[in-house]
């Protein structure tokens, strides 16, 4: 069965400072996704990386994928309180169009 | 462009019935796949269907069935609902391989 694990589950940082999100998967798999979902609503597409060491920037997020070690990183630079919400990783199933989803993380940023 | 709507929106049902959702994908988009997500928890994988035929199923009961129509869109049927069932139902439109683009949710209670 195909696992995908995210660290942290919860993430407290304060306005200014950087941190990185950690996304592990149990398959090979090319294509990874990030989506943000903020409280009660639906999920937001915010980076689709579909090769080894593809890297994609979008203001203060950064996202890269290494598919030889199965793990993608959502890197957060100088956190803004907007950037508040969960994150959450997604590994498409070979076979195309079954995302397997992380179990999140609930990003708060403090002013 | 219209995104992917759902319907309803809310939804309280009570528990043994039974409840359909419904999903129409974005104009060209041939595979929609459905997601249930339990609060506090990553959106789980339910099934796929592309061109009107079933891709894949995750790790549902049998209560749970899909069907796509000549147009695109679909429905997701739960029979004999459980209180366990209540969730956010989203659905997601692809094109090909690449990223989901996902609905606002259908926030079923059973009770």
């Known amino acids: 069965e195909l696992k995908v694990e995210q660290n942290p589950l919860f993430l407290s940082m304060q306005e200014g400072k950087n941190y990185t999100i950690y996304c592990n998967y149990s398959t090979t798999s090319d294509r990874l996704y990030w989506y943000r979902q903020d409280p009660g609503k639906s999920l937001e597409s915010l980076f689709v990386?579909?090769?080894?060491?593809a890297v994609k920037q979008e203001g203060r997020l950064m996202a890269s994928l290494d598919t030889k070690a199965r793990l993608s990183t959502l890197h957060i630079t100088a956190a803004v309180h907007d950037l508040s919400a969960t994150y959450f990783c997604?590994?498409?199933?070979?076979?195309?169009?079954?995302?397997?989803f992380g179990t999140g993380t609930s990003l708060t940023v403090i002013p | 462009d219209a995104g992917v709507t759902q319907s309803p929106t809310h939804l309280i049902k009570t528990r043994g019935q039974h409840v359909t959702l419904r999903c129409s994908p974005i104009?060209?988009?041939?595979?929609v796949s459905w997601y249930q997500q339990v609060l506090g928890q990553g959106p789980q994988f339910i099934f796929q269907?592309?061109?009107?035929?079933?891709?894949g199923r995750g790790n549902f009961p049998d209560r749970f069935s899909a069907r796509q129509f000549p147009n695109y869109s679909s429905e997701l049927n739960v029979n004999a609902l459980l209180l366990g069932d209540s969730a956010l139902y989203l659905c997601?439109?692809?094109?090909?391989?690449?990223?989901?683009?996902f609905g606002q949710g259908t926030r079923l209670t059973v009770v």
């Open positions: 104009s060209g988009h041939k595979s």
């Open positions: 997601a439109s692809t094109l090909l391989a690449t990223e989901a683009f």
């Open positions: 269907y592309y061109e009107k035929e079933e891709r």
């Open positions: 997604a590994v498409d199933k070979p076979t195309g169009n079954q995302f397997y």
């Open positions: 990386l579909l090769s080894n060491g």
